[in-house]
T-cell receptor
Framework: KAGVTQTPRYLIKTRGQQVTLSCSPISGHRSVSWYQQTPGQGLQFLFEYFSETQRNKGNFPGRFSGRQFSNSRSEMNVSTLELGDSALYLC???????????FGSGTRLTVV | AQSVTQLDSQVPVFEEAPVELRCNYSSSVSVYLFWYVQYPNQGLQLLLKYLSGSTLVKGINGFEAEFNKSQTSFHLRKPSVHISDTAEYFCAVSESSNDYKLSFGAGTTVTVRA
């Protein structure tokens, strides 16, 4: 059974640009969550999607957005990139959230 | 609102020695508890979880954790570590009032030395 797949693994962008990250959940998982991991702030929840609807949102500015498609694949978009957006972005999927989440390997975003 | 405190940011330990990583949480309702491990340049891997039932939970790679409701703790233990256990460990909590969103502790870096 394939795990959670995130693409790309590494990304370098310039300030002011926008970026789209992709996440393919485990087959059958309808919940997809996104987290930002930085050395200073640790792991912070961005948002969660379930059946194409945003179910939960963390405390991030509107520059961070996401969506989920009918096949449960999810994308995360960050517009007008800032240096502080440099981080590891982790996607996690679940069939039933109460049982926990399976994480992907992450996308390392560097903003220069 | 729930919060998670990992009491040790760094834990150095010799190979074959035991290790305990401490985790405390604050929540006024029933919670679900998790320990994840992160190896360098990788995502998070679930070690074990407590949902209900026995307070002693066994996970992968020889790890176990004990849920203590009165002390609101969920400490992780391994009786004998290997070099390959060098990694960062995260305690996480979720609850129904928050749609089971995971809240993470700051992490504990375990360095195993020969």
């Amino acid at each position: 059974k394939a795990g959670v797949t995130q693409t790309p693994r590494y990304l370098i962008k310039t300030r002011g640009q926008q970026v789209t990250l992709s996440c393919s959940p485990i087959s059958g998982h309808r919940s997809v969550s996104w987290y930002q991991q930085t050395p200073g702030q640790g792991l912070q929840f961005l948002f969660e999607y379930f059946s194409e609807t945003q179910r939960n949102k963390g405390n991030f500015p509107g520059r961070f957005s996401g969506r989920q498609f009918s096949n449960s694949r999810s994308e995360m978009n960050v517009s007008t990139l800032e240096l502080g957006d440099s981080a590891l972005y982790l996607c996690a999927s679940s069939s039933t959230a109460v049982y926990g989440y399976t994480f992907g390997s992450g996308t390392r975003l560097t903003v220069v | 609102a729930q919060s998670v405190t990992q009491l040790d940011s760094q834990v150095p330990v010799f190979e074959e020695a035991p290790v305990e990583l401490r985790c405390n949480y604050s929540s006024s309702v029933s919670v679900y508890l998790f320990w994840y491990v992160q190896y360098p340049n990788q995502g998070l891997q679930l070690l074990l979880k407590y949902l209900s039932g026995s307070t002693l939970v066994k996970g992968i790679n020889g790890f176990e954790a004990e849920f203590n409701k009165s002390q609101t703790s969920f400490h992780l233990r391994k009786p004998s570590v290997h070099i390959s256990d060098t990694a960062e460990y995260f305690c996480a909590v979720s609850e129904s009032s928050n749609d089971y969103k995971l809240s993470f502790g700051a992490g504990t870096t375990v360095t195993v030395r020969a």
